[in-house]
Structure formats: structure tokens, C-alpha cells
């Protein structure tokens, strides 16, 4: 066929399989974050591989190759404690594995019909299954994005996050007064905010004597914020800005829920956002939680209210089952909708379900499964707290910084805190480095 000779001489049948093996691991990510309907498209990515590698005639080696790379994914998520991730590309691990079987003895069929003079008709009856099954591919995607809107919305809003993306790392690179600066205000529903973030550096003093290795202690915040510190970045430099001075890290820190934290927090995402929190999302709100800073019933309407849940173009129907599910952990029975079409807000229906006797008992049931902890951790400032709302009490930070490798002598260090709304402020302190 001529269609085989001009494939093989562009060498399109390996880009074409490398495109559905890649879009598999991009479908394996996202199954991860946005649950539910993406998972036959992994199965359609797998099948896809399978049938090109039959058809270009690529053989069991290069399916047995892919499951090693799915493997090395799979031990990396281990490692760093990613596990559902893991889990979902293990599962293809064996998959790839078990069609590379599968292949190897078609690869022996198909020497057997090429001494026969039928090598042909094999690849002819791979390319009858691999049409259906790609236009099948299409009509459930158009489906799909047809009849929910949430999908065409996923896809916009990762379009933007990806150019924005691009567009940072741009900024970050070529032009650092851009990227590190920040909005004197915003207007959010008609209403003018102003940008009012404080940074707060407890130790080292100022002029004060930095020996050896020490620790930058303070705290930061955005006084606007509702729900949270409305600080998601703190970095460090010595000696100027960035782009002049030196680039010492960013502040980070890690946090082990405990699994009944982890289901309780999963839950609520997975049902009124379709995805599973990001690692920091679940951090912050386990660490409130475990803590005894926000109690069972406020993280539930801080999520909920956080990230807009209320505001979700969705059917009366899929709204009750929503809040069933994610608050109650259990389908909806059908009731409320009529009272909700006839006489009560969505708002009233919420407030219903979250202070259940239901509700509470689920509550008890999980304060009788954890221990709170006593200890605070690092990033705990109950002063701050007390002073500015319980939504700032996870404001502090510790930064490790390193004089031996820096000369002798005095020095500035620039800090700087972002707030996803407003971008960066910075404050800076004089230090005396004496090794």
C-alpha cells in the first residue's frame, strides 16, 4: 500500500505511536486531579498504541519498553509519596507488560503468514480495527465535551494555566522587575482592594551577627485574605533584587496527614470539584485541621466557599447530590429538591445538610479516629492569629541559610512574599556575616 511506503519513509508510524503513548501518561496525570470520565480515554490510548505497533510492525519489545518507562514514573511517584499517582501508572505497567506477551506471539503469526505471502492481509485487518476505534475515540470526545460543560471549562482553564505558564518562566527569565512585581490594588465584584501584605523577620535582628549556618525566622501575610495566609511563596536573595542579587531558595514545607485527614479532605474535592487537592491544598488544610485551628465543620465550608463550589452552573439535582456525597459521604435519597425549586436557596439547603445531626455524628466519628496534636509546628503563629484572624495562624516560615559560603562582612538579604492576587512584596534585612 502506498499509505505504508510513505509512513515508514517519514517515519510517522513511530511519531504516531510515541503521540498515543504520551497522551496516555498525560491522561494518566490528569485521572489523577480530574476523576471520573477520563478514564476510558486511557484505555483507547492503550488499544491505540497496541494496534499501531501491530500495524507498522514495531513488535512486543517496543510495548515491553513502554512499560519500563511507566515503571521508572511509577517508582518516582513512590519516592516522593505520590501514591494514587503510582497507582494508576503501575496499573499500566502490567498492561503494557501483558500486551507485550500478546505481541510476541503475533509477532511469530506474522512470520508465519509472511512465508505464506499474507503478511498483507494482517495489517489490512489492523487497519479496519484501528479505524473504528479512532472514530469512536472522536465522537466521544465531541460527546463528552457537548454534554458537560465542566470539561470544555477544565480545558479552558488549563489552557490559561499553561500560557501563564510559559509566560512566567518567560518573565522569570528575561525580565525579573515584571515577574517579581505586584498589583497596588484590585477590583473584585465592583469593590477597590488594596494589596496590604505584611512580612515579619523574627531572627536573625537586624545588624545582627550571622556565624556558620543559621535559620531565617518571621512570618508573612495578606491582611485581605479569608480563608488563608493569601501567601503561597516565600524566596530568598543576597545582596539585591532578583536579577542583581543571588538566588539562595524558596521556603517549603511538608506535612504527613493522617489517612482519615486524607479521605475527609480527598472526599470534599473529589465531589464538588471533580479533582483531588493539589499536595499543598491538602498540607494546608490537614495541618488546620489536625491542629484544632479550623474545626471538621469549617474546613468543609472554607473548601466550599474557597473555590466557589456555590457559584457551579449545575442542575438542582446534581447540586444536592454534590453536597450529599462530598458532606455525608453517601448518594442523595431525592429529597429537598422540590422545597429547593419551591421555597429555599441552594444557600439554605447547605446550611440544612452542614449542621445534620448527620453531619455532626460524622464529625464525631473522625475527632474519635485522629489524635489533635499538641506540639505546633514550625509554621504555626497562634500570635499572628489572635492578632489578624485564625486564617493567618499558618503564616510563619524558617529558611536554612548557609554564611560559610559568603564572604565576610555586611550583607542584604530580600526577602520576598507572593499572593496570588496581588504577585510579590519583599522586605529586606542588614546582616553582618563573622566566620
Sequence with gaps: MKIDKFVKEKKLGLSLLLLFFTLLIFSLFLRNIFLGGLYPYSIFFIILVFIFSQYFDFGYKLLISFS??????CIFFVLINNYPLAESFGTYVYAFLVLGILGYFLDNLKEKLKTKGLSRLYRISFLYILIPI????????????????????????????SSEFI?????????????????????????????????????????????????????????????????????????????????????????????????????????????????????????????????????????????????????????????????????????????????????????IIINSEEFHKRSENYYESISIKENDLDIIRRDVGEKYGKQFYLSSFGFWFDSTKFSNGKHEVYIYAHSPIFGWDYTKLKIQIEN
Design 68 to 73: 519500563l518507562v511507566l515503571m521508572l514514573f
Design 134 to 161: 479512532l472514530l469512536l475515540s472522536i465522537v466521544i470526545f465531541i460527546k463528552d465535551f457537548r454534554n458537560d460543560a465542566y470539561y470544555t471549562v477544565f480545558t479552558k482553564n488549563a489552557i490559561v494555566k
Design 167 to 351: 509566560k512566567d518562566k518567560y518573565l522569570r527569565t528575561f525580565n525579573k522587575e515584571i515577574y517579581y512585581g505586584k498589583k497596588d490594588f484590585v477590583v473584585i465584584d465592583g469593590v477597590k482592594i488594596e494589596e496590604n501584605i505584611i512580612i515579619h523577620i523574627d531572627s536573625p535582628k537586624k545588624d545582627g551577627y550571622i556565624p556558620g549556618k543559621v535559620i531565617f525566622k518571621g512570618w508573612a501575610i495578606e491582611k485581605n485574605s479569608i480563608y488563608d495566609s493569601g501567601i503561597d511563596r516565600i524566596e530568598f536573595f543576597l545582596g539585591g533584587k532578583p536579577g542583581e542579587g543571588k538566588y539562595l531558595g524558596v521556603f517549603s514545607q511538608e506535612y504527613n496527614p493522617e489517612l482519615e485527614t486524607i479521605n475527609y479532605i480527598e472526599n470534599l474535592y473529589s465531589n464538588f470539584y471533580n479533582r483531588k487537592p493539589f499536595s499543598s491544598e491538602l498540607d494546608f488544610w490537614a495541618i488546620n485541621l489536625e491542629y484544632n485551628i479550623m474545626s471538621y465543620y469549617d474546613i468543609a465550608g472554607n473548601i466550599i466557599n474557597k473555590l466557589n463550589f456555590m457559584d457551579r452552573s449545575l442542575s438542582n439535582e446534581d447540586f444536592t447530590s454534590a453536597l450529599y456525597n462530598g458532606l455525608l459521604n453517601r448518594d442523595w435519597d431525592g429529597s429537598w429538591v422540590d422545597k429547593l425549586e419551591a421555597d429555599l436557596t441552594r444557600y439554605d439547603i447547605l446550611y
